[in-house]
């Protein structure tokens, strides 16, 4: 039996799914979308659910307006009733409409017992509103500020939905660049276990250090594992955010950019001048306001005209029958509604206090966001500039220790991780025993690796923190829109 027949078959199928990842894996990576901010922006314009959604709100506030607008068109209805009846009064007058009633209908027997009678009316009724206490009107302001409202939400939505987008573009950007520092430390702390293996073969070095060395590149590499996750996650975001189902990828790296002057107490001004949340507040009184109109206008007159075309047969298609109309002027005049009128006026006043309440709730709110988004953008700027000689000094002491321990000048510092348990265990026990032989510990390799590490890591917050700084800063004065990526 040749070798392939003895091949298992779930060793086959193992194969068969690996060769289906592979593959998969390769068109994922050939489909990938690389974006820039401005492309993510535009895409999510296009694409994001939370959008396409909001943009219904300014579908059903148009249509509203159209119904308030139709209040003040004629309304026609067309109506079909079969009536069969013995009542002697409805049967008498169905005879009068139908034009059939005779002399010999006043019989006394045949008024007081009709028999069944039967009766087919089609009519078309035409009501034309003409004046009710002004509900028209005030029920089309009320929509055409409900439009109002909807544009402003609209934009409330579409700010917070690029924010979130240039954030997960962010967030993307920056967790590539602490991949890449990541992978750097690794190097690093790969090429130094060399250097230490050799001098501890060479007896110029004792266990310890070796020992430190192993436990710091198993501690650098769990932290390069977890940059490589962090990539994944917000690819992901990235592109949920979107709302697209293909990958992508971004292709701006963090980069320091000039910012202009900012004034505190402009800022604020311009936020409420043009934040569209606080905008609709702004709406929602004006609403309220002519709600109240609305309320008191139960207490006015209602007149409205009204005309009728009707054909009353015994069948209905019969020449037994007859047509008649009817045109009226009808006037009402609401007395009394058991209260209930000045109770709902009463609502509309509280909801209008409400609304003012709120407005100035939000606009204390927001004063505090753009004081707060303020102090945070120049908190990062000031980072920018210690971040920046922070790496140049760790660079240059990384070489300065690494030189010294070259030398022998320099042991290594004892710093334990929470990983290679039994490595750390015999570190500390010959570390300790160092220490009692006077060996003191000074500033050594791993430290500068960690110092290193540490900066970088710090510099790239700071360079994420700047550009989210001012994309939040220009959401909290409602101008993210006009910006596109929060550059000021």
Request: net charge neutral; charged share 20%; aromatic share 6%.
């Amino acid at each position: 039996m040749s070798n392939f027949s003895q091949v298992h078959p779930q060793g086959m199928l193992a194969v068969g799914l690996a060769l289906v990842i592979t593959v998969g894996s390769s068109l994922v990576a050939y489909a990938e979308k690389i974006l820039t901010l401005q492309e993510a922006l535009s895409l999510a314009q296009q694409h994001s659910p939370v959008l396409k959604a909001s943009r219904q709100d300014l579908q059903a506030s148009d249509a509203q307006r159209a119904i308030a607008g139709g209040a003040y068109l004629p309304k026609v209805d067309v109506t079909e009733t079969f009536t069969n009846t013995n009542n002697p009064a409805q049967a008498f007058g169905l005879l009068l409409n139908q034009g059939r009633f005779t002399a010999a209908d006043f019989n006394t027997t045949t008024l007081n017992r009709p028999g069944s009678t039967e009766n087919y009316r089609a009519a078309v009724t035409l009501t034309q509103p003409v004046y009710n206490g002004g509900r028209e009107r005030l029920g089309l302001q009320m929509a055409e500020i409900g439009q109002a409202a909807s544009a402003e939400n609209f934009s409330h939505v579409q700010q917070r939905v690029l924010f979130t987008v240039t954030k997960a573009f962010y967030d993307l950007v920056m967790a590539k660049a602490v991949r890449v520092v990541s992978r750097e430390t690794v190097q690093i702390a790969e090429a130094n276990l060399k250097q230490i293996q050799s001098r501890f073969k060479g007896g110029l070095t004792v266990k310890s250090d070796l020992l430190q060395a192993d436990v710091r590149l198993a501690s650098l590499r769990e932290e390069a594992i977890r940059a490589d996750q962090a990539v994944r996650v917000a690819a992901i975001g990235l592109r949920h955010g979107i709302g697209l189902n293909e990958e992508v990828d971004t292709e701006k790296p963090l980069a320091v950019e000039e910012g202009r002057t900012l004034d505190l107490h402009l800022l604020v001004s311009r936020a409420l001048d043009q934040r569209p949340d606080f905008r609709v507040l702004s709406a929602e009184l004006r609403k309220t306001q002519v709600g109240v109109q609305m309320a008191k206008s139960a207490f006015l007159p209602n007149f409205n005209l009204q005309t009728s075309y009707e054909l009353n047969n015994t069948a209905p298609v019969s020449p037994n029958g007859s047509n008649n109309y009817v045109a009226l002027g009808i006037v009402s005049l609401n007395l009394f509604n058991g209260m209930s009128d000045q109770a709902q006026v009463q609502k509309a006043k509280a909801n209008e206090e409400k609304v003012r309440e709120l407005m100035e709730a939000k606009r204390r709110e927001i004063e505090v966001e753009v004081v707060d988004a303020y102090y945070a953008l120049s908190a990062a700027s000031g980072r920018i500039m210690v971040t920046q000689s922070a790496v140049a000094q760790a660079e240059e002491n990384l070489r300065i220790v690494g030189n010294r321990y070259q030398s022998g000048l320099s042991p290594v510092l004892d710093l334990l991780t929470a990983d290679a348990v039994a490595q750390a265990e015999e570190n500390l026990r010959i570390v300790g025993n160092r220490y009692q032989s006077g060996l003191s510990p000074v500033l050594d390799l791993l430290t500068a690796e960690l110092a290193f590490n540490q900066v970088k890591q710090n510099r790239i917050h700071a360079m994420y923190d700047l550009q989210l700084g001012r994309a939040r800063l220009d959401l909290m004065i409602g101008e993210f829109h006009q910006t596109g990526q929060g550059d000021r």
